[in-house]
Each structure stands twice: as C-alpha cells, then as structure tokens.
C-alpha cells in the first residue's frame, strides 16, 4: 500500500490563481481530512469527508472547497489564492466513522507559496 | 469548538533523561487524544493514543495519561535517545469528524 499520497510536493501561485491539491488513499477509509500548518499554530481542520459524496467543513474553511466523489480521492480547491494561504498542507485518512475516532495517516504534505 | 493547548513550546533533554510534554482540551465531550511525531519535511505521524475510558496507556518508551476531571492530558517519554528529536502534536476529538490539534513542541535531544 502506498498510504496517503498528495501531489505536488511544492506550489508557488500568484495571487488570484486557483489549483487543485489532490489526495488520494489507498487503504479503502471512508474519513478523509485537509490540514494547514502554520508556524507555531499546529494543525487547523479545513475540510473533511466522512465517505463518498458527503463533506463538511472544518476550523478555517473559507477560501477552499472539496469534493468527494470517490471513496480514494479527495482534491482541495483554491478558487481565487491569497498569499494569506501560504501554508503546508497535509491531507490524512482514517477508517473510523462511528463513535470513536481510529487512528488517521497523514500525507507528507504539500508546500504553497501564494506571491 | 474544542481548544487545545499544549506546553511547553520547546523543550531539551540530555540523551537518557525524561521528557514530559502537557495538553490541556476545553470540551468535556471529547474522547479520543492522540499523539503525533512529525520530523523536518515530514507529515504528522501516530506514536500512542489513548481513548477516554482509559486513564494510561504505555508502549515502551512512550506513555500517556489522561485525567478526565482535570481535562488534560501528557506524553511521558524516558530514555530519551537523539532519534527522538521532533515536533510532538497533542491532539483531542469527539469524533472522526473534528480533531484539534495543540501548537506543538520542539523537543531536541542532546548527546
């Protein structure tokens, strides 16, 4: 199994431009999740999914969108970037959905730059 | 919402001695408290979680404990060796649905 994969590793954007971050999982989990991660703040919740066609957001949601239209695959929009998105960027899965949360793998990340 | 806070920021420790690192959550309702290592240009990885009807839990060199009344939670690392040089998350949720997360410590290890 390749675990949680994101691509690209690196991103630098203008401001206004939008991209795509995408993740993807292969270890068949229904919970998939977007964090940022900014110098001394730990990690915020941006969005997550808890299975194919259902997303809800998180902490810091303004700004991104998601979708989930499969059960591997769980891409993050930026529609218009603000350098105030300048951040590393770790999506994570788990396969817990009931009342206690299981254990979530994280991706090695993606760092954005928006100039 | 859930809030985290997490002490100290940094922390250094000789090769062989102790490192304690403490969380403290706000909502009583969370029941799931994990730990997380992330090394330089790393994601985030799980080293022990602990769930609320459970007051410790150990694995080796690593344990954790959970005082439900006082809502915080601390990792307890001994025999600290260079390798264990990091960043450590604090993190609690009350479902797979939200989990917060504390600011981190950057715990160094010196020979």
């Known amino acids: 199994n390749a675990g949680v994969t994101q691509t690209p590793k690196f991103q630098v954007l203008k401001t206004g431009q939008s991209m795509t971050l995408q993740c993807a999982q292969d270890?068949?989990?229904?919970?998939m999740s977007w964090y940022r991660q900014d110098p001394g703040m730990g990690l915020r919740l941006i969005h997550y999914s808890v299975g194919a066609g259902i997303t809800d957001q998180g902490e810091v949601p303004n700004g991104y969108n998601v979708s989930r239209s499969t059960t591997e695959d769980f891409p993050l929009r930026l529609l218009s970037a603000a350098p105030s998105q300048t951040s590393v960027y770790f999506c994570a899965s788990s396969s817990g959905t009931g009342v206690l949360t299981d254990t979530q793998y994280f991706g090695p990340g993606t760092r954005l730059t928006v100039l | 919402g859930e809030n985290v806070e997490q002490h100290p920021s940094t922390l250094s420790v000789q090769e062989g001695d102790s490192a304690v690192i403490k969380c403290t959550y706000s909502?009583?309702?969370?029941?799931?408290f994990p730990w997380y290592k992330q090394e330089l240009g790393k994601g985030p990885q799980l080293i022990i979680d602990i769930r609320s009807n459970v007051g410790e839990k150990k694995d080796q060199r690593i344990a954790v404990t959970l005082n439900k009344t006082a809502k915080h939670f601390s990792l307890h690392i001994t025999e600290t060796q260079p390798e264990d040089s990091a960043v450590y998350f604090c993190?609690?949720?009350?479902?797979?649905?939200?989990?917060?997360f504390g600011a981190g410590t950057r715990l160094t290890v010196k020979p």
């Open positions: 270890m068949n989990h229904e919970y």
């Open positions: 993190a609690a949720s009350i479902l797979a649905r939200d989990m917060r």
């Open positions: 909502d009583s309702a969370s029941n799931y």
